[in-house]
Structure formats: structure tokens, C-alpha cells
């Protein structure tokens, strides 16, 4: 593997193959030493141009548990603040010698821009860019999963007939776009649910159902329950009368939590906002996989750094 740029283009035997790594990983982070020298002497630079939290930390955790040295990057503060381009910022980073890049951008494509230039000769990891793709967010999510349901038996396996329901706003949700394919692929069966204003135009050529009714969804007796975060920063309008409303039509609260079975599993990639999308007692409770996924999200990194910098990087 070369870049991991996004999960549609994920074969499953692909797919299941990171997950398996990320499975040696988890173990590896389950010992008292975290440590592996796998990756001694190569270059790791997170290139953040948007704000994170939960996936620049682990990326920089996963790099450091496998020995590799870790640049972080941060547009604040930079020269990217002062308009220097992506292509001198590739181009300094490869000056410096980085093996891997994991960028963050607000723009959909930077990451594929950044892959095929020829800026810079290094493994490109997205991160998240704009409102394309996040491809280690849906590993995370597949592995969170897999894990739930397979415990240490989880190796080789897919999701196949897992009933995964996504909701909230789908327009603005990399994670969504990204959770669709790799789910699918995995065998799982993906229904989306959100306000028909939230919903992209072209979801029809999406392999997953619709729907705008999260009673309905909670009804049909999903084995996961994914919720979003409203994305305030990419809206330049209003997509919903207002935040009451919102939650009391999409809301994850504490009587449709009653609702589900006690292990449907509740998801949400972070950050949430309780008491919008998701009540505090549903982010608490014993259902939710928080948590595990934060802690997957390390694994799966580790797996994917591992698998482009210690192959041959010439062979696609
Ligand atoms: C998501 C993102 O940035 O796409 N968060 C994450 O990476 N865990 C979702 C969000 O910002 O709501």
C-alpha cells in the first residue's frame, strides 16, 4: 500500500488485512511496554491545516509506539497562515526527508493532490479532508465493531449482516462518506438517517439506504447506532429550524436509548456535543463504544503507518 487515501477504493481483502494488523497493534498496546522499533529512523509529519484533537493525537501516539520520530504541523503558527501554498509546504517537508505525511485539510482532495504532484515522494495518510473521506476514522469504526462483536476471534472477519445506522448531518461528514463504503464493503448493511436538508444530493449512488425517521431506524433493530456532530463550521445557512428541534426529531435521548437492545452499539467519532445529538446519558452508557473507538483509533494508525512505510514502497 502506497497512500491511504480514502475507503472506496478498499477491497475487502484489503480492508480485513488492516484490520488484522491493527489487531497485532492493539495487543501490542495492551503490554506494559508499547513499544515496537518497526519504524526506527523514519519521518512522520502531521500536517494539520484543521483543528483535531482525537485523530492528530493518536496518529502521533500510533508513529511514536512504532519508533518512528514525529513532526507536528500545525497550520496556526505556521507559514501556511502567512500563504505559503501546499505545494511549498510539500515541498519543505520532503526537503526534510519525511517518510509519511498525515495531513488534515479543509479542502476535499488535498491528500490526493498531495499523493500524485510529485511534490514530495512520501506516504500520504488523509486525515480528513474537508467533506471527502476520512479512511482511518471508518477503520477505526469497522475495527470498534468487529471487536465488539468477535472479541479475540475478530481476525479474518468482516461485518457481514451488521445493521449500521448513521445519523445526523451526512452533508458535511467525511466520516459518513468514508463509514458507507468501507461498512458495505465489509459486508455490513448502512442506513442513513438525517433531515432531507442534510442529506448530499447524490446518496442514490451511494450503496447504503435512506431514511429521515430515526424512530423508524431505532424501530428496525439496528446493531450499531453512529451519531454525527452538526458541523456549525461548514454551514453557511440554516439546515434545521433550530437546535431543540433538532434534537427532539434526531436526537440520540434517553427514551429512544431505552429503545434499543441492550448491545446495540452506540458510536460517535467525536467531538460530541451533548445534549444536541446525543444525550449525556447515551454517550454514557454501557452501549456506547466511545471510548473503544478513541482506543481503536491508535491500533488502526499504527496498522496503517506500519503498512506503508515498512513495505516496499515501490510496489503499489
Ligand atoms: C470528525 C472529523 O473531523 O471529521 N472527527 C474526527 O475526526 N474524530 C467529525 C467531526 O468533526 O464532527
Not at 493525537?57 to 507536528?72: H, Y
Not at 445493521?163 to 463504503?181: N, P, T, Y
Not at 482506543?295 to 494508525?301: D, P, Y
Request: aromatic share 4%.
Amino acid at each position: 500500500m502506497r497512500h491511504l487515501l480514502s475507503t472506496r477504493d478498499l477491497d475487502r481483502e484489503t480492508a480485513i488485512g488492516i484490520l488484522d494488523v491493527a489487531e497485532d497493534m492493539a495487543d501490542v498496546s495492551s503490554r506494559e511496554v508499547k513499544k515496537l522499533p518497526t519504524l526506527r529512523g523514519k519521518t512522520v509529519v502531521n500536517l494539520f491545516f484543521e483543528d483535531s484533537t482525537r485523530t492528530r493525537i493518536s496518529f502521533e501516539a500510533a508513529a511514536k509506539r512504532l519508533s518512528a520520530d514525529v513532526i507536528n504541523f500545525s497550520a496556526k503558527g505556521s507559514s501556511v497562515s502567512k500563504g505559503e501554498s501546499l505545494k511549498d509546504t510539500a515541498q519543505t517537508l520532503a526537503a526534510i526527508g519525511a517518510d509519511a505525511v498525515v495531513v488534515r485539510h479543509s479542502a476535499s482532495g488535498a491528500p490526493h493532490t498531495l499523493a500524485s504532484a510529485g511534490w514530495i515522494d512520501a506516504g500520504i495518510l488523509n486525515a480528513g479532508d474537508g467533506t471527502h473521506e476520512h479512511p482511518t476514522q471508518a477503520l477505526l469504526d469497522a475495527f470498534t465493531m468487529r471487536r465488539r462483536l468477535h472479541g479475540s476471534a475478530s481476525r479474518g472477519k468482516g461485518l457481514d449482516g451488521v445493521h449500521v445506522v448513521i445519523v445526523g448531518d451526512i452533508l458535511h461528514s467525511r466520516v459518513a462518506r468514508s463509514d458507507v463504503w468501507l461498512l458495505n464493503t465489509l459486508g455490513a448493511h448502512v442506513t442513513l438517517i438525517a433531515p432531507p436538508t442534510l442529506l448530499p444530493v447524490d446518496t442514490g449512488q451511494w450503496p447504503c439506504e435512506i431514511g429521515y425517521d430515526l424512530d423508524a431506524a431505532i424501530d428496525a433493530d439496528p446493531d450499531v447506532v453512529m451519531m454525527l456532530r452538526i458541523q456549525a463550521e461548514r454551514m453557511n445557512a440554516a439546515f434545521f429550524p433550530n437546535t431543540r428541534e433538532y434534537s427532539r426529531r434526531w436526537g440520540l435521548d434517553a427514551s429512544r436509548l431505552d429503545r434499543l437492545r441492550s448491545d446495540t452499539m452506540v458510536m460517535h467519532p467525536g467531538p460530541m456535543v451533548r445534549g444536541l445529538e446525543i444525550s449525556a446519558a447515551a454517550a454514557d452508557s454501557a452501549r456506547s463504544l466511545v471510548r473503544d473507538q478513541v482506543a481503536s483509533g491508535v491500533s488502526v494508525r499504527m496498522a496503517a503507518l506500519y503498512l506503508l512505510l515498512s513495505g516496499d514502497r515501490e510496489v503499489d
